[in-house]
């Protein structure tokens, strides 16, 4: 998509954390004031490791059909308690809520929607700028445009209280921003002129962010000196594309555009990143997003990761221990060989039977995939884009999605109200 530069992007994980989601105890919960979502819902951050979850997995829901990711039995009483709505029927779209052009003729490689927020979204061009915008109270417009780039604006990333976006671009620059007011507060430049690619904040700890670039580095800075972190760089086998944390910020996973994906660990005391382990998915295969989620489901306890990997398929794996060792669940077909094309899963955690994830592809479609689904796994697809869909994103309540695609058009898609 960008000639030279290799560069695919990733879905940052700072919004995954501040959605709300469940994460499973195995010893002891605390409560993180932080994850008071927009309808009150509650997240639990646990001590526990993942090696504790399998084995309660595995002691608690072996009754469950080998290669099924939902226990059935326990998710007939959730059923019961959402009065049965299938999943189908749950991500039904009315139409489109409304379309933004203001990058049109360039792409719109990433969008998100701000942390527990149904109405404020962002997004980033290749045109070198970023653009907020306000969908209510109504007509939707375009809140702030972020000027300062030098150059395609390649990533971007909300703080957890929204009130700082990082952005990385082809120029070099890490740019930290004032959502408020537009102001770009401070530039952060590659120490090796390098093209940056691809940034998430540090989940528990949104003065750290991870930036990768065209060297093959990847660095943890901290955005309030504007200095690297120490012992916070390690180096991949190509371009770093994709970065991801779990839902803690212990494991921190890159793609980059050879085909791999490294695993890391985080010290949470001093920024320092520690290599553990390495996943080649397909040799010579842009990883180009990555997405962490500790539960698919309310059922599905399994930590997973999802991956668009330009093997014209979507992966979805499970992490198998504390190191972010990963291994393949499933796969659904999408036509994606080339682009940067990212997915998400869905962010309310469903007392319905299965779970859905959500992804762009380069037949400009929106795919939802029911994970739980052996056959016909496609539960809606979504037509409108002139181009491949690059990236998607809900807001907190679900009650909106967004796309974006390679013409630089954004659509935002209201869903059926049962």
Request: hydrophobic share 35%; charged share 20%; glycine share 8%.
């Amino acid at each position: 998509l960008y000639p030279g530069s290799g560069f695919l992007s990733t879905q940052s994980d700072c919004g995954m954390a501040a959605v709300w989601q469940q994460v499973l105890a195995v010893d002891d919960f605390e409560e993180d004031p932080r994850a008071q979502g927009a309808r009150g819902h509650r997240r639990s951050v646990s001590r526990g490791s993942y090696q504790l979850q399998a084995q309660m997995n595995r002691a608690v829901y072996d009754e469950r059909p080998p290669g099924s990711l939902v226990p059935t039995s326990v998710a007939e009483a959730s059923r019961a308690m959402a009065g049965d709505t299938t999943l189908s029927e749950n991500y039904a779209f009315a139409g489109m809520h409304h379309i933004f052009d203001q990058h049109v003729d360039s792409a719109v490689p990433r969008l998100q929607f701000a942390n527990d927020d149904k109405h404020l979204l962002a997004c980033c061009s290749l045109d070198g700028t970023l653009s907020v915008m306000a969908l209510s109270p109504p007509p939707p417009s375009v809140r702030l445009t972020l000027k300062g780039h030098g150059g395609p604006v390649t990533d971007f990333a909300w703080s957890l209280s929204n009130d700082i976006i990082v952005s990385t671009s082809l120029d070099g620059t890490l740019r930290i921003w004032n959502t408020e007011d537009g102001r770009c507060i401070r530039e952060v430049r590659d120490p090796e002129s390098s093209e940056l690619l691809c940034c998430t904040f540090q989940p528990m700890n949104n003065n750290l962010t991870v930036v990768g670039n065209s060297k093959h580095h990847l660095q943890v800075v901290n955005i309030s000196t504007g200095k690297k972190v120490k012992g916070g760089s390690s180096k991949l086998t190509g371009r770093v594309l994709s970065l991801s944390f779990d839902a803690p910020g212990r494991i921190l996973w890159a793609g980059d555009d050879r085909g791999s994906i490294f695993s890391f660990l985080f010290d949470m005391a001093t920024g320092k990143l520690t290599k553990a382990k390495r996943l080649v998915v397909s040799e010579g295969s842009s990883i180009c997003s990555i997405s962490a989620r500790s539960w698919i489901s309310r059922e599905a306890r399994d930590p997973s990761l999802l991956v668009n990997a330009c093997v014209n398929k979507l992966l979805l794996y499970r992490v198998v221990d504390n190191e972010g060792t990963l291994q393949l669940k499933r796969s659904f077909p999408i036509q994606h060989g080339s682009q940067n094309v990212h997915s998400i899963f869905c962010p309310l955690m469903s007392f319905r039977q299965g779970a859905c994830v959500v992804t762009g592809s380069e037949d400009g479609c929106v795919y939802f995939f029911d994970v739980e689904r052996n056959t016909k796994a496609i539960v809606n697809k979504l037509q409108g884009h002139g181009g491949p869909v690059l990236d998607v994103s809900f807001n907190c309540d679900e009650s909106l999605l967004a796309s974006a695609d390679s013409t630089g058009m954004v659509i935002v898609w209201r869903r059926e109200q049962k």
